[in-house]
Each structure stands twice: as structure tokens, then as C-alpha cells.
């Protein structure tokens, strides 16, 4: 499966954003979005299992970030609400056999991020 990760922007915090994320070939995977802010290891943020649409949230966003697929679209959407200044960063999404894991080293082929930017 190939992903590309797009919609980032430059947001006041307490606002909203979603990220869409186009997959194309097999799509039987797990999705998920990472983030990597500057100086900052990269980190888990939500994913969700393309079949059944089972999700799983990093605590930083629960409540805050949901993580959707429109199978007929093959998309995949991060919808982020009530944005603050540390949620600032590259985010990427990227797919995986199998289950959710939140460790960017069970996944592989990380291409381009989205930025986003939160202001204070």
C-alpha cells in the first residue's frame, strides 16, 4: 500500500484541523498517523484497522483527535479539534500488517509528512 499524508497548515490553537491520508493498492492493513515534532522523537498519535474500523488513541489526543476511513474513497482523516501548541509537527501516516502498534519501528516506507502548525 502507498500513502500519502496531506492537509496541514497553519492553525490558532483551539482550532481545527483534519488530515487526510489517500492510500492506493491493497488496503487490508492498519492505518495509522505518527508525529514528529522538531528536536522531538517520533511519536504514535491514532490508528485505526481498515476492515473493521477498530481505533486505538496515543492519551495526548484522546478526546480531541478522531481517526476515520472512507473505504469507497480509500481515505483515511485525522479530524483534530481543540488544537494546542504541542500538538505542532510532522505527521505522517503510514500501514501495517496485522495489528495497532504504536512503535514507528514496526512500520516501514515513511514518506512525506504534512506540517502543522499550532500558534498560541
Known amino acids: 500500500v502507498q500513502l500519502q499524508a496531506f492537509g496541514g497548515g497553519l492553525v490558532q490553537a483551539g482550532g481545527s484541523l483534519r488530515l487526510s491520508c489517500a492510500a492506493s493498492?491493497?488496503?487490508?492493513?492498519?492505518i495509522s498517523w505518527f508525529r514528529q515534532a522538531p528536536g522531538e522523537q517520533r511519536e504514535f498519535v491514532a490508528g485505526?484497522?481498515?476492515?473493521?474500523?477498530?481505533?486505538v488513541y496515543a492519551d495526548s489526543v484522546k478526546g480531541r483527535f478522531t481517526i476515520s476511513r472512507d473505504k469507497a474513497k480509500r481515505m483515511v482523516y485525522l479530524q483534530m479539534n481543540s488544537l494546542k501548541a504541542q500538538d505542532t509537527a510532522v505527521y505522517y501516516c503510514?500501514?501495517?500488517?496485522?495489528?495497532?502498534?504504536?512503535?514507528?519501528?514496526?512500520?516501514?516506507?515513511w514518506g512525506q509528512g504534512t506540517l502543522v502548525t499550532v500558534s498560541s
Open positions: 493498492g491493497r488496503t487490508n492493513w492498519i
Open positions: 503510514e500501514a501495517r500488517n496485522g495489528y495497532i502498534t504504536t512503535k514507528p519501528s514496526d512500520y516501514s516506507n
Open positions: 485505526i484497522t481498515w476492515n473493521w474500523g477498530t481505533t
